[in-house]
Protein backbone atom coordinates (compact mmCIF):
# COMPACT_ATOMS: atom_id res chain seq x y z
CA UNK A 1 0.00 0.00 0.00
CA UNK A 2 1.35 3.42 -0.95
CA UNK A 3 1.59 5.73 1.55
CA UNK A 4 -2.01 7.78 2.04
CA UNK A 5 -2.65 11.29 0.85
CA UNK A 6 -3.63 14.00 3.69
CA UNK A 7 -7.50 12.69 4.52
CA UNK A 8 -7.16 9.08 3.50
CA UNK A 9 -9.66 7.02 5.02
CA UNK A 10 -9.68 2.80 4.72
CA UNK A 11 -11.77 2.18 2.07
CA UNK A 12 -13.91 -1.08 2.32
CA UNK A 13 -11.95 -2.62 -0.48
CA UNK A 14 -8.73 -2.26 1.50
CA UNK A 15 -9.89 -3.97 4.66
CA UNK A 16 -11.71 -6.53 2.79
CA UNK A 17 -7.87 -7.18 0.91
CA UNK A 18 -6.32 -6.94 4.31
CA UNK A 19 -8.59 -9.50 5.62
CA UNK A 20 -7.59 -12.06 2.68
CA UNK A 21 -3.94 -11.35 3.71
CA UNK A 22 -4.28 -11.95 6.93
CA UNK A 23 -6.54 -14.86 6.65
CA UNK A 24 -4.45 -17.96 7.09
CA UNK A 25 -2.20 -16.60 10.16
CA UNK A 26 -5.40 -14.53 12.48
CA UNK A 27 -7.86 -16.58 14.27
CA UNK A 28 -11.32 -15.58 14.22
CA UNK A 29 -12.28 -15.06 17.72
CA UNK A 30 -15.96 -16.01 18.46
CA UNK A 31 -18.81 -13.24 18.94
CA UNK A 32 -19.98 -14.77 22.75
CA UNK A 33 -23.17 -13.62 24.31
CA UNK A 34 -22.82 -12.33 27.76
CA UNK A 35 -26.04 -12.42 29.46
CA UNK A 36 -24.80 -11.09 32.62
CA UNK A 37 -24.56 -7.83 30.87
CA UNK A 38 -28.12 -7.18 29.34
CA UNK A 39 -30.38 -4.48 29.98
CA UNK A 40 -33.97 -4.09 29.01
CA UNK A 41 -33.96 -4.11 25.07
CA UNK A 42 -30.29 -4.83 25.07
CA UNK A 43 -28.58 -8.00 24.10
CA UNK A 44 -24.99 -8.19 24.92
CA UNK A 45 -21.79 -9.81 22.95
CA UNK A 46 -18.20 -9.67 23.59
CA UNK A 47 -15.63 -9.88 21.22
CA UNK A 48 -12.85 -11.71 23.01
CA UNK A 49 -9.68 -10.62 21.23
CA UNK A 50 -7.51 -11.87 24.43
CA UNK A 51 -8.17 -15.32 22.69
CA UNK A 52 -6.29 -14.15 19.62
CA UNK A 53 -2.59 -15.12 18.45
CA UNK A 54 -0.29 -13.84 21.45
CA UNK A 55 -3.42 -12.92 23.48
CA UNK A 56 -4.77 -9.18 21.40
CA UNK A 57 -6.09 -8.13 18.08
CA UNK A 58 -2.73 -6.51 17.54
CA UNK A 59 -1.68 -9.59 15.16
CA UNK A 60 -4.77 -8.00 12.40
CA UNK A 61 -2.63 -5.17 11.69
CA UNK A 62 0.99 -6.68 12.17
CA UNK A 63 0.68 -9.57 9.53
CA UNK A 64 -1.31 -7.13 7.00
CA UNK A 65 1.81 -4.81 7.36
CA UNK A 66 4.39 -7.41 7.50
CA UNK A 67 2.85 -9.51 4.51
CA UNK A 68 2.84 -6.09 2.50
CA UNK A 69 6.74 -5.02 2.95
CA UNK A 70 8.79 -5.77 -0.30
CA UNK A 71 11.25 -8.41 -0.32
CA UNK A 72 14.17 -6.87 0.57
CA UNK A 73 12.57 -4.62 3.73
CA UNK A 74 11.48 -8.71 4.94
CA UNK A 75 14.83 -9.79 4.71
CA UNK A 76 16.48 -6.96 6.48
CA UNK A 77 13.40 -6.96 9.33
CA UNK A 78 11.05 -4.56 10.55
CA UNK A 79 12.01 -2.39 13.61
CA UNK A 80 8.98 -1.31 15.84
CA UNK A 81 8.17 0.56 18.73
CA UNK A 82 5.12 -0.70 21.46
CA UNK A 83 4.44 -1.07 25.08
CA UNK A 84 3.93 -5.00 23.90
CA UNK A 85 0.83 -5.82 22.45
CA UNK A 86 1.99 -4.79 19.19
CA UNK A 87 5.87 -6.04 19.64
CA UNK A 88 4.58 -9.36 20.02
CA UNK A 89 2.83 -9.61 17.41
CA UNK A 90 5.36 -7.94 14.70
CA UNK A 91 7.61 -10.56 16.05
CA UNK A 92 4.83 -13.10 15.39
CA UNK A 93 3.89 -11.85 11.88
CA UNK A 94 8.01 -11.61 11.14
CA UNK A 95 8.66 -15.19 12.40
CA UNK A 96 6.05 -16.67 10.80
CA UNK A 97 5.92 -14.98 7.53
CA UNK A 98 9.51 -15.71 7.50
CA UNK A 99 9.21 -19.17 7.89
CA UNK A 100 6.46 -19.25 5.44
CA UNK A 101 8.31 -17.90 2.73
CA UNK A 102 11.71 -18.69 3.32
CA UNK A 103 11.86 -21.47 6.15
CA UNK A 104 13.22 -19.11 9.18
CA UNK A 105 12.17 -16.04 10.58
CA UNK A 106 12.63 -12.60 9.84
CA UNK A 107 14.26 -10.43 12.02
CA UNK A 108 12.54 -7.82 14.26
CA UNK A 109 14.05 -5.20 17.27
CA UNK A 110 11.77 -3.93 18.80
CA UNK A 111 12.09 -0.49 21.48
CA UNK A 112 10.18 -1.17 24.58
CA UNK A 113 9.40 0.93 27.73
CA UNK A 114 11.64 1.08 30.35
CA UNK A 115 9.05 0.27 33.08
CA UNK A 116 7.18 -1.92 30.53
CA UNK A 117 4.63 -5.17 31.71
CA UNK A 118 7.35 -8.13 32.47
CA UNK A 119 4.84 -10.23 31.01
CA UNK A 120 4.59 -8.45 27.61
CA UNK A 121 8.54 -8.38 27.07
CA UNK A 122 9.22 -11.83 28.40
CA UNK A 123 6.56 -13.21 25.72
CA UNK A 124 7.82 -10.87 23.28
CA UNK A 125 11.43 -12.30 23.85
CA UNK A 126 9.98 -15.68 23.78
CA UNK A 127 9.26 -15.47 20.42
CA UNK A 128 12.12 -14.14 19.01
CA UNK A 129 12.02 -10.69 19.01
CA UNK A 130 15.45 -8.11 19.97
CA UNK A 131 14.25 -6.27 22.63
CA UNK A 132 15.52 -2.80 23.62
CA UNK A 133 14.51 -0.49 26.42
CA UNK A 134 14.04 3.22 25.38
CA UNK A 135 12.86 6.05 27.66
CA UNK A 136 8.94 5.90 28.81
CA UNK A 137 7.31 7.76 26.24
CA UNK A 138 6.26 6.99 22.64
CA UNK A 139 8.28 9.81 21.96
CA UNK A 140 11.46 8.00 23.17
CA UNK A 141 10.66 4.78 21.68
CA UNK A 142 9.59 6.25 18.33
CA UNK A 143 13.24 8.75 18.16
CA UNK A 144 14.84 5.41 18.73
CA UNK A 145 13.49 3.13 16.44
CA UNK A 146 13.77 6.02 13.44
CA UNK A 147 17.56 6.14 14.80
CA UNK A 148 18.29 2.68 13.66
CA UNK A 149 16.09 2.96 10.83
CA UNK A 150 18.11 5.56 9.05
CA UNK A 151 21.56 3.57 9.98
CA UNK A 152 20.02 0.67 8.97
CA UNK A 153 17.67 0.70 5.69
CA UNK A 154 15.12 -0.91 7.89
CA UNK A 155 11.46 -0.63 7.34
CA UNK A 156 10.10 0.92 10.74
CA UNK A 157 5.95 -0.30 11.53
CA UNK A 158 4.39 1.61 13.82
CA UNK A 159 1.32 0.35 16.04
CA UNK A 160 -1.20 2.50 15.24
CA UNK A 161 -0.89 5.21 12.96
CA UNK A 162 0.00 3.25 9.34
CA UNK A 163 -2.65 2.32 6.80
CA UNK A 164 -1.07 -1.09 7.10
CA UNK A 165 -1.99 -1.41 10.40
CA UNK A 166 -5.38 0.29 10.46
CA UNK A 167 -6.65 -1.36 7.38
CA UNK A 168 -5.70 -5.04 9.53
CA UNK A 169 -7.10 -4.14 12.14
CA UNK A 170 -10.45 -3.09 10.57
CA UNK A 171 -10.78 -6.49 9.68
CA UNK A 172 -12.31 -6.88 12.93
CA UNK A 173 -15.27 -4.50 12.29
CA UNK A 174 -15.70 -7.49 9.15
CA UNK A 175 -15.51 -10.62 11.20
CA UNK A 176 -18.08 -8.61 13.75
CA UNK A 177 -20.48 -7.81 11.31
CA UNK A 178 -20.39 -11.52 9.48
CA UNK A 179 -20.87 -13.57 12.76
CA UNK A 180 -23.49 -10.84 14.26
CA UNK A 181 -25.61 -11.57 10.94
CA UNK A 182 -25.49 -15.82 11.20
CA UNK A 183 -26.59 -15.08 15.01
CA UNK A 184 -30.47 -15.91 15.81
CA UNK A 185 -33.13 -13.36 16.36
CA UNK A 186 -32.93 -11.50 13.12
CA UNK A 187 -35.23 -9.21 14.52
CA UNK A 188 -33.06 -7.25 16.72
CA UNK A 189 -30.70 -5.13 15.04
CA UNK A 190 -26.53 -3.95 15.75
CA UNK A 191 -26.52 -0.53 17.46
CA UNK A 192 -23.63 -0.46 19.28
CA UNK A 193 -20.17 -1.76 19.13
CA UNK A 194 -17.41 -0.22 22.05
CA UNK A 195 -13.86 -0.75 21.61
CA UNK A 196 -10.85 0.11 23.93
CA UNK A 197 -8.94 3.27 22.61
CA UNK A 198 -5.41 4.39 22.19
CA UNK A 199 -3.81 5.70 19.49
CA UNK A 200 -7.10 5.37 17.55
CA UNK A 201 -6.06 2.28 15.20
CA UNK A 202 -8.67 -0.33 16.89
CA UNK A 203 -11.14 2.48 16.71
CA UNK A 204 -10.66 3.52 13.73
CA UNK A 205 -9.94 0.61 11.52
CA UNK A 206 -12.92 -1.42 13.03
CA UNK A 207 -15.58 2.06 12.83
CA UNK A 208 -14.40 2.42 8.73
CA UNK A 209 -15.30 -1.21 8.15
CA UNK A 210 -18.50 -1.19 9.62
CA UNK A 211 -19.35 2.32 8.07
CA UNK A 212 -18.51 0.45 5.11
CA UNK A 213 -20.62 -2.19 5.86
CA UNK A 214 -23.50 0.00 6.34
CA UNK A 215 -23.53 0.34 10.01
CA UNK A 216 -25.39 3.14 11.34
CA UNK A 217 -25.01 2.42 14.78
CA UNK A 218 -22.82 4.02 17.42
CA UNK A 219 -19.48 3.47 17.81
CA UNK A 220 -18.00 4.04 21.05
CA UNK A 221 -14.01 4.42 21.68
CA UNK A 222 -13.17 3.82 26.30
CA UNK A 223 -10.09 5.62 27.46
CA UNK A 224 -8.65 5.56 30.96
CA UNK A 225 -9.22 8.90 32.37
CA UNK A 226 -5.85 10.01 33.08
CA UNK A 227 -5.26 8.96 29.70
CA UNK A 228 -8.60 10.90 27.48
CA UNK A 229 -6.29 12.64 24.60
CA UNK A 230 -9.01 11.62 21.71
CA UNK A 231 -11.98 12.56 23.77
CA UNK A 232 -10.50 16.35 24.68
CA UNK A 233 -9.56 16.17 20.44
CA UNK A 234 -12.46 15.22 19.43
CA UNK A 235 -14.52 18.29 21.84
CA UNK A 236 -11.61 20.56 20.66
CA UNK A 237 -12.04 19.69 16.92
CA UNK A 238 -7.99 19.39 16.62
CA UNK A 239 -5.51 16.89 17.69
CA UNK A 240 -4.47 17.70 21.40
CA UNK A 241 -1.71 16.69 23.20
CA UNK A 242 -1.57 15.80 27.02
CA UNK A 243 0.96 14.95 29.36
CA UNK A 244 2.22 11.26 29.51
CA UNK A 245 -0.70 9.33 31.11
CA UNK A 246 -0.46 7.29 34.87
CA UNK A 247 -2.52 4.51 34.40
CA UNK A 248 -2.99 1.13 35.07
CA UNK A 249 -3.87 0.37 30.95
CA UNK A 250 -0.29 0.52 29.60
CA UNK A 251 -1.52 -0.35 26.37
CA UNK A 252 -3.51 3.04 26.43
CA UNK A 253 -1.22 5.60 27.28
CA UNK A 254 -0.91 7.72 24.22
CA UNK A 255 -0.52 11.30 25.03
CA UNK A 256 -1.95 12.75 20.85
CA UNK A 257 -4.21 10.98 18.60
CA UNK A 258 -2.55 9.57 15.34
CA UNK A 259 -2.55 11.76 12.50
CA UNK A 260 -4.08 9.07 10.32
CA UNK A 261 -6.39 7.70 12.71
CA UNK A 262 -7.81 10.83 14.26
CA UNK A 263 -9.48 12.24 10.88
CA UNK A 264 -10.98 8.56 10.47
CA UNK A 265 -12.47 8.61 13.81
CA UNK A 266 -13.77 12.13 13.32
CA UNK A 267 -15.36 10.89 9.70
CA UNK A 268 -16.88 7.80 11.22
CA UNK A 269 -18.52 9.75 14.21
CA UNK A 270 -17.15 8.12 16.91
CA UNK A 271 -18.18 8.57 20.89
CA UNK A 272 -15.35 8.57 23.26
CA UNK A 273 -15.85 8.24 27.12
CA UNK A 274 -13.28 7.92 29.77
CA UNK A 275 -13.17 5.17 32.58
CA UNK A 276 -11.21 5.52 35.99
CA UNK A 277 -8.59 2.55 37.17
CA UNK A 278 -10.48 1.42 39.69
CA UNK A 279 -13.83 0.44 37.72
CA UNK A 280 -11.36 -1.14 35.41
CA UNK A 281 -9.61 -3.51 37.83
CA UNK A 282 -12.82 -4.60 39.00
CA UNK A 283 -14.63 -5.22 35.89
CA UNK A 284 -11.11 -7.43 34.80
CA UNK A 285 -11.63 -9.22 38.34
CA UNK A 286 -15.33 -9.50 37.17
CA UNK A 287 -14.82 -11.13 33.56
CA UNK A 288 -12.11 -13.50 35.26
CA UNK A 289 -14.32 -14.83 37.99
CA UNK A 290 -17.66 -14.58 35.83
CA UNK A 291 -16.91 -15.11 32.51
CA UNK A 292 -13.68 -17.27 32.67
CA UNK A 293 -12.08 -14.67 30.40
CA UNK A 294 -8.31 -13.31 31.36
CA UNK A 295 -8.59 -9.61 30.32
CA UNK A 296 -5.63 -6.97 30.76
CA UNK A 297 -6.74 -3.25 31.76
CA UNK A 298 -6.07 -2.01 28.42
CA UNK A 299 -8.50 -4.50 27.34
CA UNK A 300 -11.39 -4.24 29.96
CA UNK A 301 -12.39 -0.63 29.20
CA UNK A 302 -15.15 -1.01 27.37
CA UNK A 303 -16.87 -3.98 29.27
CA UNK A 304 -16.27 -1.68 32.34
CA UNK A 305 -17.65 1.86 30.63
CA UNK A 306 -20.97 -0.80 29.90
CA UNK A 307 -20.82 -1.84 33.86
CA UNK A 308 -21.12 1.15 35.26
CA UNK A 309 -23.49 3.32 33.08
CA UNK A 310 -21.18 5.34 31.18
CA UNK A 311 -22.28 4.46 27.50
CA UNK A 312 -25.12 6.20 28.03
CA UNK A 313 -28.38 5.69 26.05
CA UNK A 314 -28.34 7.67 22.49
CA UNK A 315 -31.32 9.99 22.61
CA UNK A 316 -32.41 8.12 18.96
CA UNK A 317 -32.90 4.96 20.86
CA UNK A 318 -34.81 4.10 23.23
CA UNK A 319 -35.02 1.66 25.45
CA UNK A 320 -38.19 -0.03 23.88
CA UNK A 321 -35.98 -0.60 20.45
CA UNK A 322 -34.62 -4.19 20.88
CA UNK A 323 -31.07 -3.65 20.01
CA UNK A 324 -27.57 -5.83 20.04
CA UNK A 325 -24.87 -4.54 21.50
CA UNK A 326 -20.82 -5.67 21.08
CA UNK A 327 -17.89 -4.88 23.29
CA UNK A 328 -14.42 -5.57 22.46
CA UNK A 329 -12.09 -7.20 24.57
CA UNK A 330 -9.08 -6.10 23.12
CA UNK A 331 -6.34 -8.28 25.14
CA UNK A 332 -5.66 -10.67 27.38
CA UNK A 333 -1.79 -9.94 28.29
CA UNK A 334 -1.91 -9.87 32.26
CA UNK A 335 -0.86 -11.88 34.84
CA UNK A 336 -3.48 -14.33 36.59
CA UNK A 337 -2.30 -13.86 39.92
CA UNK A 338 -2.57 -9.75 39.64
CA UNK A 339 -5.93 -10.01 38.03
CA UNK A 340 -7.23 -12.27 40.78
CA UNK A 341 -5.96 -9.60 43.61
CA UNK A 342 -8.50 -7.00 42.22
CA UNK A 343 -11.55 -8.30 43.94
CA UNK A 344 -13.56 -6.00 45.35
Not at 15 to 38: N, W
Not at 182 to 207: K, Q, W
Amino acid sequence: MSAPVSGWHPSGDEIRAARERIKPFVTATPLLRCDYLDRPGRRVFLKPENMQRTGSFKVRGAFNAMASLSPDEKAKGPITYSSGNHAQALVLAAREIGFTERGQAYPCTVFMPEDANPVKVERTKALGGEVIFAGRSTEDRKKAAHELAASSGRPVIPSYDDPRIICGQGTLGVEIMDQWMGMPSRTRRLGLVATPLGGGGLLGGTAAALRARGFGGRMVGVEPEAGNDTQQSLASGTRTEIPLPQTICDGLMSVIPGELTFPILQKSKVEVVSIGDAQVKSTAYWLLDVMKLLVEPSGAVAVAAWINGLIAESPEQSSDEILDVVLVLSGGNADPAAVASWKG
